[in-house]
């Protein structure tokens, strides 16, 4: 498969599970840009600034996809989701952002399933095949990006 998407924003505390996604997206080869953010704080950093570093080398590419972690400390992921809502509209884009959890606590997929910004809730940890369904159902009609440029 050619890469569909721009780039794919990990936020995840945890650095072995960001290693694990990060080696299944580049197997899966659907994006051209992994970018990890470890705290809610950096991931709001990085959507607030990638207006300015969106620049005909996409060099700082706006993410089409965020797979977001519930439980970090500091800024869990509902916390996240409450400042995102905050945000000014143009760092919304047409971002999907997918919850995902090792959580069994049945009202953690109900509170997602009710907050309108959460295209996907999902058990951790992420698959080949969960990607592929993802891309599928949010991305099947979407032309592929052009190459982000080499600079």
């Known amino acids: 498969m050619k890469p569909k998407l721009k780039c794919v924003l990990l936020i995840d505390d945890d650095e072995p599970t960001n290693f694990i996604s990060t080696m299944l997206l580049n197997e899966a080869n659907c994006t051209q840009h992994i970018q990890v953010a470890e705290t809610g704080e950096t991931a709001l950093y990085y959507l ?22 519930i439980n970090m400390p500091a800024m869990d992921g509902w916390e996240f989701l409450e400042k995102y809502k905050q945000l000014d509209q143009k760092h919304h884009g047409k971002i999907i952002i997918v919850m995902l959890t090792t959580s069994l606590n049945p009202k953690d997929k109900l509170k997602a399933q009710n907050m309108p910004e959460i295209s996907s809730f999902e058990n951790k940890p992420i698959s080949i095949e969960m990607i592929n369904r993802i891309i599928e159902t949010h991305f099947k009609d979407e032309p592929e990006p052009a190459p982000l440029s080499q600079y």
């Open 48 to 69: 607030t600034h990638s207006e300015y570093f969106c620049n005909e080398r996409n060099s700082h590419p706006c993410p089409d996809i965020i797979f977001l972690d």
